[in-house]
Each structure stands twice: as C-alpha cells, then as structure tokens.
T-cell receptor, first 111, second 114 residues
Framework: DTAVSQTPKYLVTQMGNDKSIKCEQNLGHDTMYWYKQDSKKFLKIMFSYNNKELIINETVPNRFSPKSPDKAHLNLHINSLELGDSAVYFC??????????FGPGTRLTVL | QKEVEQNSGPLSVPEGAIASLNCTYS??????FFWYRQYSGKSPELIMFIYSNGDKEDGRFTAQLNKASQYVSLLIRDSQPSDSATYLCAVTRPGGGSQGNLIFGKGTKLSVKP
C-alpha cells in the first residue's frame, strides 16, 4: 500500500555499467519526477513527466534517460555510469502542481 | 545569487521552545512555497505549503510568507525531539511549461534537545 515506491533501494555498480531504477505510484497522480540528492544533501530536479510526456528536462547528461510506460510509472535508465553519479535518487509524484510526494529513494554507489 | 537560500545550521533548540526556520528566494515571480521535512536517511515529506502573503497555521506548524521581502519562514511551536530533522524550503520556478518545477534550498538541520 506504499504510495510512491522505488526499486532497488540500494544499487552498487562499477563505472561504465548501465543501470535502471524503477518508480511506481498508486496515488492516481498525473505528474511524476526524478530528483538527485548529492552527498551535500542538495536536492535537484532532473525530470518531470505529465501523463507520460516530458515536461521538464534540467541540464542532465543524456546518459540519463527517463521512460514512462504509463502515468503510474516513471523509470530512470543511466548509461555509462560515472563516479559523480553516486547519489540518492528520489522519485516523486503530484496531482496538484508542486505538492509532491516522494518515494523512499535509491542510493546509487558507483565504484 | 543562489535561488533559494537557507542557513544550513545546525539550529539547536530546547524541547518545548519555538524553532524558527528561515528561507529567502531570488525570483520575485515565484508563486508557491513549500516546507519539507527530511529525517536522516529518509525521503522528504511535505509538511506545509503557502501561496499567499501572511501566516498559515497547521497544528504546531506556522508558515509565514512575505513576497515583498522574498522571505518565507516556518515556526514550530512546542518543539519535540521528534522534530529533529533537516527542513527543506522549496519554491516554484516561475514561467510557463514548468509544471512542478520546484527549486529546493540546501536545508536547515534542526536539533531539539530534551
């Protein structure tokens, strides 16, 4: 009965690998987001999708590609992982613009 | 100039006191303002939002907004040790086509001492 869920919770991988993080929300929200929180705890938006369409794409390297198969899911695929990609990645969703509910986060460690 | 600024703290208050958390923002066109609480190792949790100048109260929490001064604050009355967390201020980035585009401050760490 979790509102916004993410898998996996932890992800440890080598530089150069490709990995995906999955996000699902059962709140019936139209908009979903991906955020990155770095080691200094700064939370920054990466992508926003509304009804499966990309709305926001901040200055994120094109190694990051979001995919939204339906409005309840927003996955994040990362190619050619780099050390600097190590962070906690949060998925969020909202219905009323900006009142966002966050998932539990995925801690990515690139070795 | 940073878009959303907060004192990183730590802000230490005794149990039962009022904790006052402050945030300033740079873009006068920002319309919506949010306070999120984040416990260590957990995800941000929305606790207050405010859209109009003035005060908004919800239980022990009061959000205050002054658009002329580009200032938003959060007061926590009767602070409890369970309020110890990092408080993130978030502001919408104005402009069309940016639905849900929240800009977060770096957060203020609050510690409530028993």
């Amino acid at each position: 009965d979790t509102a916004v869920s993410q898998t996996p919770k932890y992800l440890v991988t080598q530089m150069g690998n490709d990995k995906s993080i999955k996000c699902e929300q059962n709140l019936g929200h139209d908009t979903m987001y991906w955020y990155k929180q770095d080691s200094k705890k700064f939370l920054k938006i990466m992508f926003s999708y509304n009804n499966k369409e990309l709305i926001i794409n901040e200055t994120v390297p094109n190694r990051f590609s979001p995919k939204s198969p339906d409005k309840a899911h927003l996955n994040l695929h990362i190619n050619s992982l780099e050390l600097g990609d190590s962070a906690v990645y949060f998925c969020a969703s909202s219905t009323v613009p900006n009142e966002q509910f966050f998932g539990p986060g995925t801690r990515l460690t690139v070795l | 100039q940073k878009e959303v600024e907060q004192n990183s703290g730590p802000l230490s208050v005794p149990e039962g006191a009022i904790a006052s958390l402050n945030c300033t923002y740079s873009d006068r066109g920002s319309q919506s303002f949010f306070w999120y609480r984040q416990y260590s190792g957990k995800s941000p949790e929305l606790i207050m939002f405010i859209y109009s100048n003035g005060d908004k109260e919800d239980g022990r929490f009061t959000a205050q907004l002054n658009k002329a001064s580009q200032y938003v604050s959060l007061l926590i009355r009767d602070s409890q040790p369970s309020d110890s967390a990092t408080y993130l201020c978030a502001v919408t980035r104005p402009g069309g086509g940016s639905q849900g585009n929240l800009i977060f401050g770096k957060g203020t760490k609050l510690s409530v001492k028993p």
